[in-house]
């Protein structure tokens, strides 16, 4: 008789997320055990009491996900994790913090539906925060030219200086989107604007879009009014608005859900995976594809 499945959630918020906790039971998960304001001190004593206490032909129904608003620290938590493991002893673990993974695989997803995205040129806004800088990463892995936008010059280019480290011979450049003639420079040329700013800001007028001859897609990921991109609503999704395709937070959120519930899923298949920004695109791309 198969063991039940358990999945330990470490978040580093006050509380562990409820959001999380929901997806997680709706994607068959037997037990969740929750912990919160989890340090980087506090994980090798909880991944090791998961591991431990089951032997290595059962340690494919334990499983680890890392959540919590702070994404810099859900990377610290994903890095102490993967130090726990040795040897046969080890269980698969995701990261999600924020929702910065999932969320950023929809957003690519998005776009690739539409146009081969090798070669294409994509203005991430916001590129600098932790969906935009995932996006733009996993842009490059396409082999997309990516331009990653930031109010900051200096943060703009540490963020491309970032991807360039992770992606070998990623295209990518960090550009200065702190005034409209700066952002209609920087929008003048590509095919694809995607988004990834705070809740109510807006990133890019219409007036601004609407004469970028290139362009062909619009993804916000923005569901909280002012949009990130003047008139698209958040409910779009592969809707025509002035001969572009664009979609709406909602409208991409659909297949974020179905990314994330894939995701945790797939932990329980093998002890040995770790699920991070490719890895969850990857798992994206295998539901677009039908598998």
């Given at each position: 008789m198969s063991k039940p499945k358990i999945l330990v959630q470490l978040d580093s918020d006050q509380h562990a997320s409820v959001f999380d906790a929901v997806v997680a039971v709706d994607s068959g998960v037997?037990?969740?055990?929750?912990?919160?304001?989890?340090s980087s001190d506090d994980v090798e004593g909880l991944v090791h009491g998961a591991m431990f206490t089951r032997g290595p032909q059962d340690l494919h129904q334990t499983a680890v996900f890392i959540g919590g608003s702070n994404v810099s620290e859900g990377e610290k938590l994903l890095e102490a994790t993967r130090k726990c493991f040795f040897g046969p002893m080890r269980v698969s673990v995701m990261m999600d913090s924020n929702g910065s993974n999932t969320t950023a695989a929809a957003a690519v997803l998005a776009a690739a539906r539409h146009m081969d995205l090798r070669g294409a040129k994509v203005l991430v806004l916001a590129g600098t925060g932790p969906v935009g800088l995932r996006a733009g990463r996993?842009?490059?892995?396409?082999?997309?030219?990516?331009?990653?936008?930031?109010?900051?010059?200096?943060?703009?280019?540490?963020?491309?200086?970032?991807?360039?480290?992770?992606?070998?011979?990623?295209?990518?450049?960090?550009?200065?989107?702190?005034?409209?003639?700066?952002?209609?420079?920087?929008?003048?040329?590509?095919?694809?604007?995607?988004?990834?700013?705070?809740?109510?800001?807006?990133?890019?007028?219409?007036?601004?879009?609407?004469?970028?001859?290139?362009l062909k897609i619009l993804v916000d990921l923005n569901a909280v009014p002012p949009m990130g991109i003047e008139g698209i609503e958040m409910m779009d999704k592969a809707k025509e608005l002035d001969g572009r395709i664009v979609y709406g937070a909602i409208g991409v959120g659909g297949t974020k859900m179905k990314i994330h519930k894939a995701a945790i899923a797939c932990l329980f298949n093998s002890t040995d995976h770790v699920l991070d920004a490719e890895e969850i695109y990857a798992i994206g791309e295998g539901l677009e594809n039908g598998n």
């Open positions: 037997d037990q969740l055990f929750q912990y919160s304001q989890i996993l842009l490059a892995c396409q082999g997309a030219e990516v331009k990653l936008g930031s109010r900051s010059s200096e943060r703009a280019q540490q963020a491309a200086e970032s991807v360039a480290r992770q992606v070998e011979s990623a295209q990518v450049v960090g550009v200065c989107t702190a005034s409209d003639e700066e952002i209609a420079l920087a929008a003048g040329d590509v095919d694809v604007i995607i988004a990834a700013g705070a809740a109510g800001i807006q990133l890019i007028s219409k007036a601004i879009w609407s004469h970028c001859e290139d």
